[in-house]
């Protein structure tokens, strides 16, 4: 099992310019999240979808939007990106809201 | 909001060495949890652990919930312990569910 998968790796993007970011999982889990880590900073949650069909803001959501398109995937939207948007995004997954997450290997996006 | 701290902020150990991590958080939670985010920036799950005690080889953690805060033991450190370790905690309130992650401890064991 690949178990949460993020793509891209890497991204730099000019300001003004859009982008999504895609996450899946394989572990057949309900509740999916998008964080951002800044430097030298903990993680702060932008959206999550507790099952399939629903998503919710979380403590970061302006500029971002989200799409749960079916139960393995969740993706991130910047409609128009801005320098502040320059951050690592990790993808979270777990079988519960609030239970035990499971994270992806990260996206590193620049915003020039 | 709920506040949650991690100490120390920095933490430099000789090889061999045990340490002990603490996470203090203001409110009651529901959830908490604990990861190493290693030197490449991947977070890797260490304890699941909402209240209790839980061991996994050289590692331990206790969860006091009524007191607000849980400890993350680290005995016989190796240099592959190095990076940074995160406290997360997670609660649902009228508000809806909220995750808060502390500012880390980063560590540094030398060989």
């Known amino acids: 099992n690949a178990g949460v998968t993020q793509t891209p790796k890497f991204q730099v993007l000019k300001t003004g310019q859009s982008m999504t970011l895609q996450c899946a999982q394989d572990m057949n889990h309900n509740s999916m999240y998008w964080y951002r880590q800044d430097p030298g900073m903990g993680l702060r949650l932008i959206y999550y979808s507790a099952s399939e069909g629903t998503t919710d803001k979380g403590e970061v959501p302006n500029g971002y939007n989200v799409s749960r398109l079916n139960k393995r995937e969740f993706s991130l939207r910047l409609e128009s990106a801005a320098p502040s948007q320059t951050s690592v995004y990790f993808c979270a997954s777990s079988d519960g809201e609030g239970n035990e997450q499971f994270f992806g290997p990260g996206t590193r996006l620049t915003v020039l | 909001g709920i506040q949650v701290e991690q100490s120390p902020p920095d933490l430099i150990l000789q090889e061999g060495a045990n340490s002990t991590l603490r996470c203090n958080f203001s409110d009651s939670v529901n959830n908490l949890q604990w990861f190493h985010q290693n030197p490449w920036g991947q977070l890797i799950n260490l304890f699941y652990?909402?209240?209790g005690t839980k061991q996994n080889g050289r590692l331990s953690a206790t969860t006091v919930a009524t007191e607000r805060y849980s400890l993350l033991y680290i005995s016989s450190s190796q240099t592959t312990d190095s990076g940074v370790y995160f406290c997360a905690v997670y609660t649902f309130n009228t508000g809806g569910f909220k995750t808060i992650f502390g500012a880390g401890t980063r560590l540094f064991v030398k060989a």
């Open positions: 652990i909402p209240s």
